[in-house]
């Protein structure tokens, strides 16, 4: 999809991208942000927002910045020749920019796996796997300030470790020459100096001839000349051997550098593009921070619902802006507005225009979350001036010419804007010609939007099916614009208050006053009436609005502490029934005691109110042939998540270890992972209306073992309010068996124990039943 330039000229496209450039931190990416236009398809533009709505969540919850990086164009255009070696400072432009890309695609990996919420930007850096061998090199032999590394290679370090040897032993020598032959004060600074790579004496000029040497240069001034005395030649000389050795090296490792970079070209280009990605992203999440912004989705099925919008231009530019509702309801295609001069018709007009156009380069827009676009993805807007005098075309006929070259490719997808669309000729003629293109327009299936100043354009908002009209208003005593808009009513042009307002002389508004009553055409009065009551109306609906969200944050408050209060709750009776086991354990209170506490637990349990009705909605149960060992589910009796052990078709049940707790558990106590933990009442309520007992499988453990495991199942049995328990010890010499019915005989929470029937497995199942 291609715009035309005078649409995007128009709406002022390019002076968005400019604010959008301003906040990326490198020239390829400012680059990439003025070069952004709306995406070429639906599927890249849902691509496109899902990326940002990813960035925007990682950006949020990493906080991860980019730092400033060089432009790369030119290193890798240098790169496509075979010979061609990097110099240090190209290197290190590698390195700082692979570095970074390195930290983009950790952040994004680590924040994924802790939040999860971004699998679009996750794919993206999957797809970019990164240089590892050019980056490792890069690092290795490249230091954070640019310079060559002396462990770059063994030679090199060689060198370099010679000629610092080298610098020692000069500064010895010149020290023990300058005391032994008493030349300090012949020297302008008792240290020694390079001058062509040579070691050399600041010596003042006066004293040249005093000493025996080579003089190498002078100073600006003539006062010092740089003077090699002859002790030092030999020194030199090595030092020029081993500078060419140090050059030699540092010219193999940026060769042997340059090779890395060279075989991994297209990953390097990658991980830079990935970071201008990365770059432009964070710039879009800037921009809306700037403008307080949401993310528009623009989907087929949806209709024009911009809540609270402002002009994107304005907000950035720190103007106040009034927010502003464009709406269209279902059926409609066409909005045309009408009111007085400077009171926001046109502005309204680029609002709704500049803000799709964002939309489609999934920009955020300035507009509050909940707003809709249809899947529009070609606009035309006809705004402004656009006579030509060089061309001999007045503004009426480039709009008519505008509109004929594009009318062939308008369908379904369109939006049109059209500001004042026939005012350039006869009002009567311009009137009629304006309704008959709204008309056609919406025959091709197009969406309008439209601002106007004729009546019959008005008449015609109000009562053709698919247009709605909406109204520009006033302050019913200022006349001041409000810059809102009033659906479903039409609004008068007050040309003589406007006229007024910017100094008009009083003589000749009276006069047109006069010319209006004798023309009978002076509506005014009535107009004024309807946009007093739109006023009031828009009024009481924002009070009523604000004290709608008064009640949401109040409702959401109490929300919040009854079920900060009902966990406290259901901890401290979980708490109570815990005590009481131990104190009966511990021999602390006898049998009958220990009844009557459990029975005053469950009497405190079951009086809790009743579970909202969400809360009481029974959760989906788990289909047992869709299972999988190691699959995370949860068990609604005991409340807790746990993972799929076993899976036994037959008898339609699942193994479960919950925290090295294996059981085996119904189908019908298990519910997806994801879903809602119930509470303590709503497990008692559901376990109390069915006798469905719970499952303990302890075959193959030993004694004292299982008698541990037993006593965590009868717990467990009892603070989740079951009345039947099944204990699957298995036959084998009955020596588990009888250990279990001993421990039954003295629980004071078991009314009853025996073997289960042979269809329920006879003697190696015991079934129990509590008080």
């Known amino acids: 999809m291609t715009l035309e330039a005078r649409t995007l000229r128009a709406l002022e496209y390019d002076k968005v991208l400019h604010h959008l450039a301003r906040y990326c931190v490198s020239e390829a990416g400012r680059e990439a942000c003025l070069a952004l236009a709306p995406c070429p398809g639906s599927d890249a533009l849902a691509d496109a927002t899902a990326l940002l709505e990813d960035a925007r969540r990682w950006s949020e919850h990493t906080g991860f910045r980019l730092s400033v990086f060089p432009p790369l164009g030119g290193v890798f255009r240098y790169l496509e020749g075979q010979s061609a070696v990097l110099d240090l400072e190209a290197l290190w432009a590698l390195r700082q920019m692979l570095t970074q890309a390195r930290a983009l695609v950790t952040s994004v990996a680590e924040g994924a796996a802790t939040a999860g919420r971004w699998e679009t930007l996750s794919t993206l850096t999957l797809r970019t796997p990164l240089p590892l061998r050019s980056v490792s090199g890069l690092e290795r032999c490249v230091s954070e300030d640019g310079l060559l590394r002396d462990e770059s290679s063994p030679e090199l370090l060689l060198a370099r470790q010679e000629i610092r040897r080298l610098h020692q032993q000069c500064t010895r020598k010149v020290k023990d020459y300058a005391q032994q032959y008493n030349i300090l004060h012949y020297l302008q600074d008792e240290f020694m100096t390079l001058s062509s790579d040579r070691y050399v004496l600041p010596l003042k000029s006066n004293f040249k001839g005093r000493l025996q040497g080579i003089i190498h240069d002078y100073s600006q001034t003539g006062e010092t000349c740089y003077f090699e005395p002859m002790f030092l030649v030999e020194v030199n000389n090595r030092l020029q051997e081993l500078k060419r050795e140090e050059r030699a090296e540092e010219r193999k490792v940026l060769t042997y550098l340059t090779d890395l970079v060279r075989g ?71 909005l045309v507005i009408s009111g007085g001069n400077a009171g926001g018709k046109t502005v309204s007009l680029k609002t709704a225009g500049l803000i799709t156009l964002m939309a489609l380069s999934a920009l955020p827009v300035p507009a509050a979350p909940g707003s809709s676009l249809p899947a529009w993805t070609t606009v035309h807007a006809f705004i402004g001036d656009e006579q030509s005098l060089e061309d001999h075309v007045s503004t009426f006929t480039a709009q008519i010419t505008h509109l004929g070259r594009v009318w062939d490719g308008l369908d379904d997808s369109t939006l049109v804007i059209l500001d004042e669309f026939g005012a350039g000729t006869d009002p009567a003629q311009g009137a009629a010609l304006a309704q008959a293109v709204l008309d056609e327009l919406m025959a091709h299936g197009a969406s309008v939007i439209a601002a106007t100043h004729f009546p019959a354009l008005k008449a015609y908002a109000l009562s053709r099916e698919g247009v709605r009209a909406a109204s520009v208003l006033f302050d019913p005593k200022s006349r001041k614009p409000l810059y809102t808009l009033a659906y479903d009513q039409v609004g008068a042009s007050q040309a003589l208050d406007v006229a007024r307002e910017h100094g008009l002389p009083e003589s000749v508004l009276r006069r047109a006053e006069n010319y209006l009553l004798l023309d009978g055409e002076d509506t005014s009065a009535l107009v004024a009436r309807l946009n007093s009551l739109a006023v009031d109306r828009e009024r009481e609906l924002d009070a009523l609005r604000a004290e709608e969200e008064k009640y949401r944050a109040k409702r959401m408050k109490l929300e919040e502490r009854f079920a900060r209060e009902r966990e406290t709750l259901f901890r401290d009776i979980q708490a109570q029934a815990q005590s009481v086991l131990r104190d009966w354990k511990d021999g602390k209170v006898s049998h009958k005691q220990t009844l009557k506490a459990l029975s005053k637990v469950r009497e405190t349990l079951s009086t809790q109110p009743a579970e909202s009705q969400a809360e009481q909605e029974q959760p989906v149960s788990v289909d047992v042939a869709t299972l999988r060992q190691g699959q995370p589910v949860f068990h609604r009796p005991w409340g807790k998540k746990a993972v799929v052990a076993e899976v036994d078709l037959r008898k339609s049940r699942v193994r479960i270890d919950m925290s090295g707790v294996f059981l085996w558990a119904e189908a019908r106590d298990l519910a997806p992972s994801d879903a809602r933990p119930e509470t303590r009442a709503s497990v008692t309520q559901t376990v109390s209306a069915s006798p469905v007992p719970m499952r303990l499988d302890l075959r193959g453990m030993r004694a004292d073992v299982a008698l541990s495991e037993l006593e965590k199942g009868v717990d467990n049995a009892l603070l989740a309010g079951r009345s039947v328990l099944e204990i699957i010890h298995g036959r084998g010499t009955g020596a588990l068996r009888k250990e279990v019915h001993a421990y039954l005989r003295q629980s004071p929470a078991i009314a009853t124990f025996s073997l289960a029937p042979e269809d329920q497995g006879g003697d190696g199942v015991t079934l129990v039943e509590f008080r």
């Open 264 to 334: 991994e070209l297209a990953g390097v280009r990658a991980a830079f593009d990935l970071l201008v990605t990365a770059d432009v992203l964070l710039a879009k999440c800037a921009l809306a921070a700037a403008f307080d912004g949401s993310v528009v989705r623009m989907e087929s099925g949806r209709t024009l619902d911009l809540r609270k919008a402002r002009h994107p231009l304005l907000v950035l530019a720190g103007h106040a802006v009034q927010p502003v509702d464009i709406a269209l309801g279902d059926g409609q295609r066409c």
